[in-house]
């Protein structure tokens, strides 16, 4: 299939999403939809909103209002869409959180449990395959992200681009409908980020849905189909990369890019 083709299909759709913390209004009323199989770069400066945003879409947080579809799956928040019992409403949120894979800034790997552990647990006691079944997978994942030599270290052992693409494979290992990446090379040192963006990459190149929070501007010029630009909680940029790179009606876009680049 390609990426033309996926595009007629939505996967994820985002409708006035209105996330606050205290007083504190951290998402303004957020739209947006994602077509199955495009990359959508995520970019802002701190405070933003973008991680907020990821994490208010695999449902880590609940907002305040608003309504999130993920792979035909919906879930409201607040009066104006929570129309589902809340037995209901607790399943969608699960599937939700099944279907979009996570991978942190800082990697969350179980410390005491090997590389191959850590892939195979959640498959196991969420998905509900057999140990079998679950060490094939891993290894597979293991060897497309080059850790398969890896698979019996443990967490400690390894350098922190290696702990981020285990992490990847984990949420690769839960078969999810979408990736979303937070800020997945932030944690590390510069020498180790391209071992992680060359994954990114790769996926990109399968054709996988995903939402990737960043700061490495050249790599989201070079993977996205869409770069979205968050500021103080409101898209203030949305489009392919050509268009807002080259043509920015923002001139808060044009300042944040004058302080990146």
């Given at each position: 299939m390609t990426k033309l083709q996926a595009a007629k299909t939505p996967i994820i759709h985002i409708e006035a999403l209105h996330k606050s913390f205290g007083p504190l209004e951290v998402l303004k009323g957020i739209t947006l939809s994602a077509a199955e199989g495009q990359v959508i770069c995520i970019l802002g400066s701190s405070g933003s909103g973008k991680s907020t945003l990821l994490r208010c879409v695999n449902l880590l947080e609940q907002p305040q209002s608003g309504q999130i579809t993920v792979d035909g799956e919906t879930v409201g928040f607040g009066n104006s869409f929570d129309v589902t019992n809340a037995a209901e409403k607790r399943r969608r949120i699960q599937r939700i959180r099944t279907a979009t894979g996570m991978v942190f800034q800082n990697f969350h790997l179980w410390s005491h449990k090997t590389v191959l552990q850590n892939v195979i647990e959640a498959p196991i006691h969420v998905l509900g395959l057999s140990r079998d079944e679950a060490i094939?997978?891993?290894?597979?994942?293991?060897?497309?992200?080059?850790?398969?030599?890896?698979?019996?270290?443990?967490?400690?052992?390894?350098?922190?681009?290696?702990?981020?693409?285990?992490?990847?494979?984990?949420?690769?290992?839960?078969?999810?409908?979408?990736?979303?990446?937070?800020?997945?090379?932030?944690?590390?040192?510069?020498?180790l980020v391209g071992e992680v963006l060359k994954v990114i990459r790769d996926l990109a190149q399968e054709g996988r849905t995903m939402l990737v929070v960043t700061h490495e501007v050249g790599f989201a010029r070079e993977v996205a189909d869409r770069i979205i630009f968050l500021h103080q909680g409101v898209i203030e940029e949305d489009g392919p990369p050509a268009e807002v790179f080259g043509n920015s009606t923002s001139a808060r876009f044009r300042q944040f890019i004058s302080r990146v680049s």
């Open positions: 094939s997978d891993a290894e597979s994942l293991l060897e497309k992200v080059g850790l398969l030599d890896k698979r019996d270290q443990y967490p400690a052992m390894l350098s922190g681009g290696q702990q981020q693409r285990a992490a990847i494979a984990r949420a690769l290992a839960m078969k999810p409908r979408v990736l979303l990446f937070d800020e997945p090379t932030s944690a590390l040192d510069p020498e």
